[in-house]
């Protein structure tokens, strides 16, 4: 194990569990190769999972333009979910239980069968029980919500929270579906899946890849989320936020 990448592991999981933000690593660190930043959300996930948490799946980060922009990055990154992350749909959000927390709408797969490795869209979609709608709860543990690749890769991609709406049949078709995030029944936010990549599958082929060259397999019942489809909305208390994806239904949560 590398010590200094150990320590810059505690580092974040002390500013997680203290909801304190800290400067991001690469002022101290600029040196830090993409590399070492999942090295580090390695052994930050690994903190929760020491803790009791559990694996239920990847997600998949800044893999539409919006998001792109919205961070100041231009390469899409992955992180690690865990059963503590998981939010009632429909239920109530602590806002003070984070940071600087954000919402965003995404599509979540159910993977259905092992699936790790270079695959076409077709095969990804073969070993997809279901599509749901969902949003994604992210929360850099960063000074500001600023950060390079490197720096929130180690940061596990801002994974904060997650939660989904109806599973759907995914044999429909998913290219280009519209998707509107509403804050108490105002439109905020208006796009289509074909944000993702394109087509919301290749966010599906990414995670199979890039959780192949980590030495992992996304097992049936994990989740695999998209990617965010609009730029994340900063919440506040007293926010019902809801994302609809056509023809798949809506999902929303309460804020307090």
Not at 71 to 98: I, K
Not at 174 to 197: D, F, K, P, Q, R
Request: aromatic share 4%; hydrophobic share 45%; glycine share 8%.
């Amino acid at each position: 194990m590398n010590a200094q990448y150990a320590g810059l592991a505690e580092r974040l999981d002390k500013a997680l569990l203290t909801k304190t933000a800290m400067p991001q690593i690469t002022l101290a660190h600029p040196e830090l190769p993409l590399a070492g930043a999942y090295e580090i959300q390695s052994l930050l996930v690994h903190r929760r999972l020491q803790r009791g948490e559990r694996r239920i799946g990847m997600k998949m980060g800044l893999t539409s333009r919006a998001k792109m922009l919205q961070v100041g990055v231009n390469e899409m990154s992955w992180g690690r979910l865990t059963d503590a992350m998981l939010l009632e749909e429909g239920g109530v959000l602590a806002r003070d239980a984070y940071i600087h927390p954000r919402l965003e709408p995404e599509l979540a797969f159910l993977i259905g069968k092992p699936l790790s490795g270079k695959v076409t869209a077709a095969q990804a979609l073969s070993a997809v029980d279901g599509v749901a709608p969902a949003m994604e709860l992210v929360d850099s543990r960063y000074l500001d919500f600023k950060f390079t690749l490197n720096d929130v890769v180690a940061d596990n991609s801002s994974a904060a929270g997650l939660v989904i709406g109806p599973w759907c049949s995914p044999t429909q078709d998913l290219s280009n579906l519209g998707v509107v995030l509403e804050v108490n029944g105002m439109v905020i936010e208006t796009a289509s899946t074909a944000a993702i990549l394109g087509h919301p599958v290749r966010a599906l082929v990414a995670a199979a890849r890039l959780a192949a060259e980590a030495g992992e397999t996304l097992h049936p019942g994990d989740i695999v989320m998209s990617g965010g489809l609009t730029a994340a909305h900063s919440i506040s208390p007293g926010e019902t936020v809801r994302a609809t994806l056509q023809n798949l239904g809506f999902v929303s949560i309460n804020v307090n």
